[in-house]
């Protein structure tokens, strides 16, 4: 018979409690980190009103969830206490770090509208699974280096790499109400999935280019895995994929986390700023956050009926990523359209009021002079 030593029963008991002590020190580290994201952007002007104005219209997102349910969840890209952007793939799978439900705005207007950008994070994109995706990209990274003169595009690079940090979002339009009465409407949504942006407007959901509303908020379907973002049908086509079912994330205000058993079938999420996460991140270029950075230069937009030049500079433009593809994740000002190569890169989201024009074919009536911009420094802040 085995007999245990006093001294290592102490010891090991020692070791437990520590242990313990450090799952309480991560989860609240992850509370701090969060806390102080929203507080620090709440200091600035106009902050309250973007963040009303961004939770009245923020988008029901139903989250499919592939065989691992885990790489499935929205989360911050700080999930796990860094800002450190490849060791993400590997802290997915620590159920040390909540994977809590939070959602990057920012929000810019014109006379006549409201433009609201929301970004919806994972981890993982693992497209092909988990392992294999990963070993099945690091062989076509040879090829695709080779291939991409063949594909101009870039779309197969997206279409089969899985790759560490994954980013996609959504442009939500709103018409002011001419009479200040409060009756402002979604007109105009806009997602990214695999380097396309979709264009809708409000409708049935049936055809291709409409969406559903309830209330006002816009329904949208993340897919399993790759976390491409489309209008929400719930058809068999759609849902195919979704072999663990679907999660309903709405805004509560509450960042809500998910438990490690049987998947939930409903979370709330919370807002937190891109001006203050990634953006702020951004202006240092390549970091531990950016694998890659980008020279923006000089953008030129209309503030109150005037053109006005402004700087960019560098700015980082892709996250830096090690497992499968490399940096393949981008932040908004980092998204494009494939079939639309010959534009600016980041125009959807430096200048939304003239992208939607252009995609919706508006007239006049519509306009593209912002009278706030806080990424471009640029206007004001209107409280709303």
Known sequence: MFHANPQCTRLASVGNRLAGLLVDFCWLTWVLLA???????????????????????APIFYQGLGQTPRFDYITNFDFDGDWRGDNNWQNADDLRFPLAAWVYFSVCETATHYFIHYAVFHPRDWKGGNRRGVVMSDLLRLGARYGRKYDPTGAVDDLVLAHENDLEGCLVVVAKSRTGQGRERVVFVESLAHNKFLRYTPG?????????????????????????????????????????????????????????????????????????????????????????????GTRHITVAGKRRAVWLGVLGSAFLGINGGRNMARPPWGWF????????????????????KRHFQLGNNFSTSYTAHPLLRAGRRAQR
């Open 204 to 296: 049935t959901g049936q055809s291709a280019n409409s969406i559903r509303l309830e209330g006002q908020r816009p329904l949208l379907f993340i897919e399993p895995r790759g976390h491409g973002i489309e209008a929400y049908r719930g058809s068999q086509r759609q849902l195919r994929a979704a072999v663990k079912g679907v999660v309903r994330y709405e805004y509560t205000g509450q960042a809500d986390v998910p438990g490690d058993g049987e998947p939930p079938r409903r979370l709330g999420y919370a807002l937190v700023p891109l001006e203050t996460t990634l953006w702020a991140r951004a202006q240092a270029g390549r970091n531990e956050t950016y694998g890659e950075q980008f020279n923006y």
């Open 35 to 57: 806390a102080s994201s929203v507080l620090g952007y709440a200091q600035s002007p106009g902050f309250d009103a973007d963040l009303a104005l961004a939770a009245r219209y």
């Open 337 to 356: 359209d494939r079939n639309e190569r010959h534009r600016p890169l980041g125009e959807w989201y430096f200048d939304p009021a003239a992208t939607i």
